[in-house]
């Protein structure tokens, strides 16, 4: 399982630029940059939870073994991670 950080602010700023077309694409990162922080934590908590037999019976988190997170964040995101 791969979650790019970049793959996921890049699909916000775009959905955002196409509903506010007068924003270009660097404006539109500056908005939706706490979105996309958001998206990508609850991408990685869905993919991953850290007491699996807790998850077991619990159908919203899917387990998986190897997970991979990009290194291009912010710091202030990896401390969440």
């Known amino acids: 399982m791969k979650i790019s950080y970049d793959r996921i602010l890049t699909s916000n700023a775009e959905n955002y630029c196409m509903n506010h077309p007068e ?42 073994q190897i997970i991979y997170l990009d290194r291009n964040n912010t710091p202030d995101v990896w401390p969440d991670i």
Do not use: F, M
Request: with cysteine.
């Open 23 to 64: 924003v270009d694409i660097n404006g539109a990162i500056d908005i939706i940059r706490g979105k996309a922080d958001q998206d990508y934590l609850d991408a990685i908590t869905l993919h991953c939870h850290p007491d699996k037999k807790e998850c077991e019976n619990d159908q919203s988190y899917i387990v998986k």
